[in-house]
């Protein structure tokens, strides 16, 4: 059992990881921005601090479950941002944003804040210094 100050500082450290995602989608003007990305890893740290909550408390549940809902329910979600339209297919980064955020609120929720912070570098690297490339080159998302 983890100390309540603890929690705190998991789900505190995910609403950060999905502040700073965001903020790069809201700068960008993509679909889902801000607090979209908070909620996603905020919900996404919750859900896999209680799924081992209650795994640990009667030893019968299985925390794995809980993980692959979320990503199942990211798929879903990730879906909806992606339009077509005139043969373009657009928000699939932002969609992948989101994929990966859920990811960084589950390390979160699990207390791997170092596992999570180096994602949140190595994600912001990526959504910042390749769409410096892609526009050089000419593509766009």
Do not use: C, N
Request: charged letters at 15%.
């Amino acid at each position: 059992m983890i100390s309540p100050w603890e929690e705190i500082l998991r789900l505190g450290g995910a609403l950060l990881i999905g502040f700073l995602i965001g903020l790069e989608r809201e700068i960008s003007k993509k679909p889902a921005g801000l607090r979209t990305h908070m909620l996603i890893s905020l919900a996404s740290a919750l859900f896999t601090m209680l799924s081992f909550s209650s795994a640990f408390g009667d030893g019968v549940a299985d925390p794995t479950r809980i993980a692959s809902q979320i990503l199942t329910g990211m798929g879903f979600v990730g879906a909806g941002v992606i339009i077509s339209a005139g043969g373009h297919v657009k928000g699939v980064t932002t969609a992948a944003s989101l994929w990966i955020t859920a990811a960084m609120g589950m390390a979160m929720g699990l207390g791997e804040y170092v596992l999570a912070f180096v994602t949140i570098g190595l994600t912001l690297l990526t959504l910042l210094l390749f769409r410096s490339i892609e526009s050089a080159i000419g593509q766009k998302e």
